[in-house]
């Protein structure tokens, strides 16, 4: 008790403060999120991701080479083809923009970590994640046939060269398709990062812009998870992905979640875990730091080391590269 006890000596000397000090953040722990589409020299930005862009296979080449450099543990790539289609096409074509990108990105750096988002939302011309019917008496994405496509999109990639498969649609069995097809053609070692606990969120807004992936009509509120669900059933979705063989399972988003990733670290000790520090989460620190109200650099840190200290050992962030620079600085 006080006046015996005082934490401020664990504060008053930064050396002090330095050696308490349990959270530490490592550009080897970020994934860089890309975004690629077909072309020549193409750098677009992305009006609501600032610092971000739409890139074209020779500059994704650049800057993998500069995730490297930096230290950075991994891209994952984002496909946005030319054409979009009911099933979406493009993302099962071994000619398609991500295999194109995959095989750019292991051919510029071939230590650099690709991973690649296994979903139709970015090929589809409806915008969602899956094959579309109304088999529920609504229209939605049609579970069942969709793992198909789904399993032929990770074929896709790994003939391309990935190092890592993430299926992020949160339709039921996803896992377990990829990992029957991976090991049907020999990719037995490749691993599989899952979405496994994604929720429907608004903090999605700015990457549907950035992959030009909104839905064009409803939501996906009938695939992934409503915010105000029991936080059990996120424990059973992981669980789930993990019977069915995913390697590495996420939470998304990160910040609004951290509760989830908390109980996920003390669920299931051993299994690395993943979160999504999203698109909506940047772009709001980016927003307000663009009107001086608040210091970006400073509130990236502190939000990527609450997230880590909540469990997550590996962070998807669009301030990968920044917060590479910022800690090796530091
Ligand atoms: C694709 C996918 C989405 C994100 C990652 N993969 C969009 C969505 O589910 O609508 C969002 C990432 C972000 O907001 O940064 N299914």
Redesign the pocket.
């Given at each position: 008790m006080f006046p015996t006890t005082r934490l401020r000596r664990l504060r008053y000397h930064p050396a002090v403060r330095e050696l308490a000090r349990e959270t530490r953040l490592s550009a080897a722990n970020f994934i860089l999120?890309l975004f690629v589409r077909p072309g020549e020299g193409v750098r677009e930005p992305i009006a609501a991701m600032p610092g971000h862009a739409q890139i074209s296979p020779d500059v994704l080449a650049d800057e993998v080479r500069e995730a490297a450099a930096l230290g950075i543990g991994g891209v994952i790539l984002?496909g946005i083809p030319a054409e979009k289609d009911a099933r979406g096409s493009d993302a099962m074509s071994d000619g398609g923009i991500i295999a194109q990108a995959v095989r750019a990105a292991k051919q510029a750096a071939p230590d650099v970590l690709v991973v690649t988002?296994v979903?139709?939302?970015?090929y589809t011309d409806h915008g969602h994640?899956g094959e579309i019917g109304r088999s529920t008496g609504r229209m939605d994405v049609e579970n069942d046939p969709t793992l198909e496509l789904l399993a032929r999109q990770a074929l896709v990639h790994a003939r391309a060269g990935a190092d890592v498969v993430a299926p992020?649609?949160m339709i039921d069995g996803m896992v377990g398709a990829i990992r029957r097809a991976l090991d049907a053609a020999g990719f037995l070692h490749l691993p599989i990062l899952s979405?496994a606990a994604?929720y429907a969120?608004a903090?999605?807004?700015?990457?549907?812009e950035?992959?030009e992936?909104?839905?064009q009509f409803g939501d996906?509120r009938g695939y992934?998870m409503d915010p105000a669900a029991a936080a059990g059933q996120a424990m059973r979705e992981i669980e789930l992905d993990l019977a069915e063989g995913a390697d590495i399972v996420m939470v998304?988003?990160a910040l609004p979640y951290l509760d989830i990733i908390r109980l996920a670290w003390e669920r299931f000790p051993g299994v690395p875990l993943a979160a999504?520090?999203?698109?909506?989460?940047?772009s709001m620190v980016k927003a307000a730091a663009e009107r001086g109200w608040i210091d970006e650099k400073l509130v990236a840190l502190e939000s990527l080391t609450a997230i880590r200290r909540a469990g997550a050992g590996i962070i998807?962030t669009?301030w990968a590269k920044d917060a590479a620079r910022w800690l090796e600085k530091e």
């Open positions: 999120p984002f988002d979903c139709c939302c970015e994640c992020s649609g979405y994604k969120s903090f999605y807004g700015p990457f549907r950035a992959a992936s909104a839905p996906r992934q998304k988003p999504y520090n999203v698109s909506g989460e940047y998807l669009y």
